[in-house]
């Protein structure tokens, strides 16, 4: 089948090259000439595993073009996904100019019948704004499907060529069962395709998302309950999680969640509910997460005093999460900045994200170009991303090059009776002795 995806970010990248994987020719289309010209040479803007070879496979095959040629790819092509940004506007809500732009471009370049599905996280009803975005360009036949993703940054690739359920939304058959058509190589093991009315697709992805974040924002609102009363949140999250109502999934206590999905999404349902309907819940899970960013501050400011102007902290882990380059909207962000403010100096270590942390930062903090190179002459070390890699260090080595034997654990990957036995001063989140 011939497919464009337009849209090149995080979203379009994964589904078009997952899409040729499956012997599909795929357009990817992007207004970012330098973007384009990048991904032609087989270099992609961002890190997720098993994307870039895949990349690369797919277009040596041919399968899969980059261009920045909207209306060749439109009319090449059958069926358009929309991946384009959505980003949150001053008052929360999604900001739909780039999809109008890309529909109406679609609309215009038109010369038959086309299928327009919608891969970008859009609030409800967007699918009837496009059909009469559409409307308003042309008079020649299509319709309007909505697809929403429910990818993890760290593992794209795998969620989206085997995925829990494929969700659609629309009302014409026709156009629904090309777009299945499309997705039946990715669910041969029997999970579901789940057709729809596309107002609640696109309310379903909003309600994942606000599902995990309201776990996520429990378990740390717990951690925090745990460390007043003297409980120990590690062992109360083992004994909830068993619980097959619960789960054990997403009760991981730590320094909040970021990212690209779950701050945007949260705030976009309290905005798309209003005053008229006041999202409660989703204001208290968002409350919740920014207290949370800040909690590992505290602890450092009650060890260390207020003024840190003498002081450097190592930080192991600046993107939001691992196995990802993605820092927006990242626990980091708060709390090194906070530390800055404080007059610290910062010595920083992740293995993706330095790039992007050097947009965010610049010259403001010391970038290491190994973990253990971010320790030498520090207070104590901050860790803010499990990245596996520090899950199992040289703690010897660590305490060699620290000035003190302190550790900030903001992700509970360490044991605090081992922690104690080496020596180290550690605290981590609702934990004892943390």
Known sequence: MKLAVVGTGYVGLVAGTCFSETGNDVVCVDIDKNKVEMLQQGKIPIYEPGLEEMVRRNADEQRLIFTTDLDSAVQKSSIIFIAVGTPQGPNGHANLDYVRDTA????????????????STVPVGTADRIRQWVSEETSLPFAVVSNPEFMKEGAAVEDFMKPDRVVLGGDDAEALDAVKEVYEPFVRTGNPILVMDSRSAEMSKYAANAMLATKISFINEMSRLCEYTGADINEVRRAIGLDRRIGPHFIFPGVGYGGSCFPKDIRAIIGMGGDEEEMLLMKAVERVNELQKRILVQKVSRRFGE?????????????????????????????IDAL??????????????????????????????????????????????????????DFDRIKELLK??????????????????LGFEYFSIGRKNG
């Not at 003498?310 to 927006?328: E, Y």
């Not at 990957?413 to 922690?419: A, G, N, Q, T, W």
């Open 104 to 119: 109406k471009g679609i609309a215009k370049a038109m010369d038959s019948s086309k299928v327009i599905v919608t891969k």
């Open 307 to 335: 003024n840190l102007s003498a002081k450097t902290f190592a930080v192991w882990g600046l993107a939001f999460k691992p196995r990802t380059d993605d820092m927006r909207d990242a626990p980091a962000i708060v709390v």
């Open 340 to 393: 800055l403010r404080m007059g610290a100096r910062i010595q920083a270590f992740d293995p993706e994200a330095t790039d992007e942390a050097k947009k965010i930062f610049s010259d403001r903090i010391d970038y290491a170009a190994r973990s253990y190179d971010a320790l030498d002459g520090a207070s104590a070390l901050l860790v803010l991303t499990e990245w596996n890699e520090f899950r199992r260090p």
């Open 404 to 421: 003190e034997p302190v550790i900030f654990d903001g992700r509970n990957i360490y044991d605090p009776l081992d922690l104690k036995k």
